[in-house]
């Protein structure tokens, strides 16, 4: 029997969130709910600041092995600064993955109460620029991550604004990513089959094949945005808040075909946290007769996110 068609992530504008917010948190709350994922096009974050942002990335990562390990934190988890070529490790996983990256957070005024959690981001000499197009991508990927958070509170019959206070001066990660050109032989994947630990994360990059999810039928699905548009998918925290109505869908990044394994592959995934105070208490409109809590015990987003990076490598107990 012939296998039936894959389903497809739907492409989605975001400026339909102007005219038509509801229509908009329904279109885009339905594809969180059957796919942990979505596309979206039209979200406003400016082509100047990403394309300012890729030539920054190539640039960095084109940099000295020994200059780039100047900015590695020993035993700061990679929450800033430099992470080295295979460090990274999916939970359960038996290799490591086929990238170095990046790490910048939000910038917070001397004595800011998160400052003892949050640690101030590390800024390379080189490329000239750098601080400049990453602060600027920063703030225009966490101002359309409040617009997606909003229809996603819409979805959820939640008050537009609900998701403001859990996120004010949250703990918020831009990674810079570079997967270098792979072995024909190699055993790893560039990214091992892993959820994301956040609320969500906003992916631009990923018009390079090679990432999937895996759907609900076991199948690995490919999620290939068109030129200029993101992905997004739900992360572990949100689908705790929401006891599981949105998925935390498993994804990875595959190996690419023989012909395109000499080049090197670029994302830059911002992963939208809330303050580390925030408490991760499921929703009660998400708790139902055929859908008890799960998660009974509360816990707060920044020892959620020890406790995660624990079990991926990047913090050694």
């Known amino acids: 029997m012939a296998d039936t068609p894959l389903s497809q992530v739907p492409l989605i504008s975001m400026a339909q969130a102007e005219q038509d917010p509801d229509g908009f948190a329904r279109d885009f709350g339905g594809s969180f709910q059957r796919f942990g ?11 100047d600041v990403i394309d300012r942002a890729w030539a920054m990335t190539k640039a960095f990562f084109d940099l000295p092995e020994e200059e780039k390990r100047r ?39 001397a004595g800011h109460r998160y400052g003892d959690v949050m640690p101030a981001n590390v800024w390379p000499d080189r490329p000239e620029g750098f601080r400049e197009a990453f602060l600027d991508l920063f703030a225009a990927l966490d101002a359309a991550g409040d617009r997606l958070l909003s229809a996603i509170a819409r979805y959820l019959g939640l008050e537009p604004n609900w998701f403001d206070r859990a996120v004010k001066d949250g703990n918020s990660v831009l990674r810079l990513l570079h997967y270098p050109p792979v072995p024909a032989d190699a055993p790893e994947v560039r990214a091992g089959a892993h959820e994301d630990i956040n609320l969500i994360t906003l992916l631009l990059g990923a018009e390079e094949a090679g990432l999937e999810l895996l759907d609900r039928d076991g199948r690995w699905l490919p999620v290939a945005p068109p030129p200029g548009a993101m992905v997004v998918n739900v992360g572990d925290m949100l689908q705790r808040l929401t006891n599981h109505v949105l998925p935390s869908t498993t994804h990875r990044v595959v190996n690419p ?37 799960r998660y009974p015990t509360p816990i707060s987003s920044h020892d959620y996110l020890y406790e995660r990076l624990v079990e991926i490598g990047l913090i050694k107990k």
């Open 257 to 293: 075909s023989p012909e395109r394994r000499g080049h090197s592959r670029y994302s830059m995934p911002f992963f939208l946290h809330p303050a580390p105070d925030f408490l991760i208490e499921t929703l009660p409109g998400c708790i139902s007769d055929e859908r008890p809590n």
């Open 37 to 47: 994922f979505a596309m979206v096009s039209d979200h406003g974050v400016d082509q």
């Open 71 to 109: 900015y590695f934190v020993e035993g700061g988890g990679g929450a800033r600064g430099y992470t080295p070529f295979k460090t990274e490790i999916a939970k359960g996983a038996t290799h490591v993955d086929l990238k170095e990256f990046w790490h910048v957070g939000r910038e917070l005024a």
